[in-house]
């Protein structure tokens, strides 16, 4: 069994507790242990760096000491925590000055990042510490015929140079869990274009836009479902549809399913453990297609 | 002549500042080749948001049209600019500076004014509802543990982010 301390993130508990459930339950299955940690706190993702970059960074600085003090390495499920994590890690641990910087804001939290930890998205999780080749075995219902659109939203993939997780233009690693399930992953146009999901709430006309594209173009692909990894990315894309459906008088029923719920499908763990009722655009016709 | 000498130091002192912050840094390696714009789902759909353009404006000291502007707000932070520039200007960073920047001379739009008071309050910017806590042990998750909102406290009045943000608050 590897442990991680799981940085669980706001708006998974707050929004999105089917994200939560299948996550644990597909993690569990695969011998991936969680360990839930006391006085964690929000990330300070975008919207945090947008009002003070030191500030965010302090604060997820001072999550990641709670890893280190437990000896654990940090998971996430969430993409938009991932990025915030992960970029200040690998900042703090390659500028020294910038250490010393948050490191005297932390003192007066009593706290001081080592840099001796990773945070690790649960894909890469999935990719290192189980492997394809295992979760394949591990897969007791194949999703046989179920063509997915993946969209691994942008904050898994850049800033590259911080995050180093796949190919920025060409990624692999979720199209290749996602057919070590037994589905397809299908191509569409602008597979890596963003969902525009940060523009939500500021300037939503413009979110609609961005987000219906992602829709048309993954209806026109022909997939039965999009494949998601961010709580932001789901939102705008499940929910998005309600909002695009009265802006634009457009209905797409398209299914959106996080990845860990697909995973926890194919492991045999029953729909009905799921949660999947906080789904807004229902995913009938996905349970249907996999039988 | 003596008109456009005070002009050149303005627009350097601005870029400079921009420099000296987090995320900014790299502003002044742009040749502004557009290869950002072309990047860009924003400004694929609206003329109100061009990264090429921030960076421009900025290089050329144009500090109150882009600090209190609408534009520096519609980044996406898809990094999708920043990953293929071929100066290696980090523009969502570069974008994130300015904001900062806005924030501190109080041009803030009220969206992250409200992220910014949920931090202080809570230690998270989505609050997690009493319905959705109780409703856990129900679908079998396990009970939430607390969050470090005094530890977080402390954080933010080192950054000054508490007092800068009061001061916002006061302000409107």
Redesign the interface.
Known sequence: MTGYALF?G??I???Q?NY??SG?KALARLGIELV???????C????????????S???AA?NIC?AEEADLNMITLCTGCFESLAMTNAMLKENEK?REDVN???S????EFQGSKEVKHYLQVLKDDVGVERIKQSVSKPLSNLKVASFSG??LL???ELLKFDD??RPRIFDDLIEALGAKSIEYRNKL??C????R???DD??L??AREKLVNTTKAGADCISTLCPFCFLTLDMGQLMIKSKFQEEYNMPVLHYAELLSLALGIDPK?L?LEFHKIRVDRVLYKIG | MEYKRMEKRTSLAFSNMVKSRLGGKTITSCYQCGTCASSCPVAKITDKFNPREIIKLSLLGEREEVLSGDSIWLCCSCYNCQERCPQKVEIADVIYALRNMAFEKGHIPNLYSEFASAIINDGRIAKISKFMEQKRPAIGLPPLQPTGVDALRKILSATGFDKLQKEKEEAS
Do not use: W
């Open positions: 669980l706001c708006t508990p707050a929004r507790p939560e459930l644990r839930d940690l006391a006085n964690m706190t929000c300070a993702p975008p919207p945090v760096q947008s009002i003070d970059f030191e500030t960074l302090s604060i001072y709670l910038l005297r804001i932390l007066k939290a009593g706290k942008c904050h850049r800033p590259s920025p233009e274009k963003c525009g999901g940060l523009l709430g500021y300037a413009l979110a836009k961005i453990e949660a």
